[in-house]
């Protein structure tokens, strides 16, 4: 199908939060904690550099830009010009920018920081001028760079006829640091701005009319919000312990106030546009791990392995890899308080309880139940080892390259950090695994994407990872970069051949391995819009390329997006069979094997070609290719040696000039919302 009689729908699904140059490692990680559990599972809070905002093409998808705490200065190094003008076109076309303490100073037209002070002093205007006045501060005295000498409970009053959405407080206390006032703010309400919030106590330079503290743009078609505290910091996370003798008095007065900040908070994202998860989304404790098997017998194989690697601590075995530590128990051996135990003492809560603040997941040691049996419904309530294992085996028996190993040994968690980062990252633990090795759950809560994206997945999602393990000898005729197609293949064939009448699922693959389906809400537009993202990371290891699959499919959730369920509803009979994870991980698994067991025999050949074209999104789109200085040209597909991307450029009338582009899955980015194809960076 070609891409030109459909369009990809630019859903607002990303709120991107700064972490370049100025940024402080604190402000950005209180950001990613409380946005992630005000705004999960709509939105994926991610942090950005500023190379990405000046040149990847984040402004389709993205609902809200952050600037955090830090040093404002040093944003206008990095972003000023290009960052800035980029910026600043977001808002005004509709989108929304959320700027904290630096960040507000940042947004507004002029910057005015400890005037007279010679060590701190920084004076001048700023090119986003979102505010068209002055943030002047500091607000309070004793500020100190990375330091909480200056940090105090700065109590707001809240402007309840501004911020009419949801339930806020009359007046709250919030954690301050160095931040502003916006001056004569209330003087400029005929220029779109409106006071939120104002500081109660005096304040130590000029507020001139009013003491805005938090403030509200109208730029354009967007808006945005600037803050001279930071109401995104939770008293959970501040150390007691880090400032002086009245600064555990003030995390206690934050702590007491913590209700009435998150409230304000979900004003101010509300105000801006956002849906806000209404009970704030808390994140689980890590759960125990079971390792099954279809064959009992592999079990007790990789098992035995693992317990050779492992070092008897008299409480048990331990199993210390290069990212965590595991505990290996036999199932029914270990008990609620050993548990406990080895969480931190502030979190010790089992299974799907709530950890309140930032958790260090690398030093939790993770249990690695040891299965002989298949777990029951009661031990693994939200997966079912028996229904997995019985779809597993219908599959396999209808398979045409007798695949019987994809899926026949799994892990299985509810709450995990990350099912690539459990296999990729412990080489103990991944080099005694055998090829086709799956671990799967039911909450990730530390997701992985691309870079550095990481969030907390929405419950009702297929997550998994496979090991493949893909010989050296087959690096020629096989090469190992097109596994990253015939993952995507998987899924795609795989969602279709789930059961009768699923070949009617209108799912497609965007080059080069995201999964989209035409959007349910609409289908009369046939806009398409994400639905599953892979993830692969591959090294060598003798004689032979180990490739971690991670796949994440909407399956039954909603959110962010749509989901199979919804297409099944709007779509398929109503007779058709539901959606279930356990029957979905299995089809796809054994398609997986299939395909990956024909592709080392064959290569990319001209019938795997015809497979992926006849589920590919891009055949004959026309497209703009930035770094070749804006060229047009029209996809033509790829290439089948190593699968780079055709694309033929277009001259005047777009009339082909008989130049052929091949460009490279892992050094571009695809956008195309837009049709463009830029060179990463």
């Given amino acids: 199908m070609a891409a030109t009689s459909a369009s990809l729908a630019g859903k607002k699904l990303n709120v991107l939060v700064y972490s370049g140059n100025g940024a402080t490692v604190e402000s950005v990680r209180q950001c990613l904690y409380t946005l992630r559990r005000l705004l999960a599972p709509h939105y994926a809070v991610i942090p950005v550099t500023g190379d990405m905002i000046v040149k990847e093409p984040w402004t389709v998808t993205c609902a809200l830009l952050v600037i955090p705490g830090g040093a404002d200065l040093e944003y206008c190094k990095t972003l000023n010009g290009v960052g800035n003008r980029r910026i600043e076109q977001f808002v005004r076309r509709g989108g929304a920018y959320l700027g904290f303490c630096a960040g507000g100073y940042y947004g507004s037209k002029r910057c005015e920081f400890e005037v007279g002070n010679k060590t701190l002093q920084v004076i001048g205007d700023r090119e986003l001028a979102f505010f068209p006045g002055t943030c002047r501060g500091c607000s309070f005295p004793g500020f100190v760079y990375h330091s909480e000498a200056g940090a105090r409970a700065a109590e707001l009053k809240v402007s309840k006829e501004a911020l009419s959405l949801g339930t806020v407080p009359d007046v709250f206390k919030s954690y301050y640091n160095g931040g502003g006032v916006f001056v004569d703010a209330p003087l400029y309400s005929d220029k779109g701005v409106e006071v939120l919030a104002s500081y109660t106590e005096k304040l130590h330079v000029d507020p001139g009319q009013g003491a805005a503290a938090v403030i509200h743009c109208k730029v354009g078609e967007g808006a945005v919000i600037l803050t001279g505290t930071h109401p995104e910091f939770a008293a959970v996370n501040l150390d007691k312990k880090n400032g002086g003798p009245r600064y555990a008095d003030i995390v206690d007065e934050l702590s007491a106030c913590d209700k009435s900040r998150t409230d304000f908070m979900k004003a101010c994202l509300l105000k801006l546009g956002l849906q806000v998860t209404q009970e704030t989304t808390t994140v689980p404790s890590l759960s125990p791990m079971y390792l099954s098997a279809s064959d009992p017998a592999d079990v007790s194989q990789i098992s035995s392995s693992l317990q050779a690697a492992a070092a008897d601590e008299g409480q048990g075995q331990y199993l210390k890899d290069a990212q965590d530590t595991f505990r290996i128990e036999k199932l029914g051996t270990w008990d609620m308080e050993e548990l406990k135990e080895s969480l931190p003492s502030d979190s010790n809560k089992h299974s799907l309880d709530a950890h309140e603040g930032i958790v260090d997941y690398a030093a939790i040691i993770k249990h690695l139940v040891v299965c002989d049996d298949l777990p029951s419904s009661k031990t693994t309530p939200y997966f079912n080892h028996h229904a997995f ?35 990729e990252k412990n080489t103990q633990l991944l080099q005694r695994l055998p090829t086709g090795f799956t671990a799967t759950a039911t909450v990730q809560v530390a997701g992985r994407g691309r870079g550095s994206n990481v969030w907390v997945s929405p419950a009702g999602s297929l997550l998994f990872s496979t090991v493949v393990r893909h010989p050296i000898a087959k690096l020629q005729s096989a090469p190992v970069i097109f596994i990253q197609y015939l993952a995507a293949m998987a899924v795609v064939k795989g969602i279709k051949s789930y059961d009768k009448g699923y070949e009617k699922m209108p799912v497609k693959m965007k080059w080069p391995n995201d999964i989209y389906a035409l959007d349910p809400s609409d289908p009369s537009k046939k806009t398409y819009t994400k639905i599953c993202g892979i993830l692969i990371n591959s090294h060598y290891s003798v004689n032979e390329y180990v490739s971690i699959v991670g796949i994440g499919i909407n399956a039954t959730n909603a959110s962010p997006t749509t989901s199979l369920t919804a297409l099944r509803s709007h779509f398929l009979s109503p007779n058709s069979a539901p959606v279930t994870l356990e029957k979905l991980l299995a089809r796809i698994l054994t398609v997986f094997e299939d395909l990956h067991t024909r592709f080392l025999r064959t290569g990319f050949d001209a019938v795997f070609e015809d497979m992926y074209y006849s589920d590919w999104l891009h055949m004959n789109q026309v497209v703009t290719l930035e770094a070749e200085g804006g060229v047009k040209a029209r996809i033509k597909g790829i290439t089948r040696d190593y699968g780079l991307l055709l694309a033929e450029e277009l001259g005047w009338n777009d009339r082909p000039t008989g130049k052929i582009w091949q460009l490279q899955s892992d050094s571009n980015s695809f956008d195309f919302f837009k049709g463009l194809l830029r060179r990463k960076i």
């Fill in 389 to 423: 294992y019985s779809n597993l085996k219908n599959y396999q028996s209808q398979s045409s390259e007798g695949a019987s190993k994809f899926g026949s040994q799994l892990l299985y968690a509810e709450v995990i950090t990350s099912t690539n980062t459990i296999l």
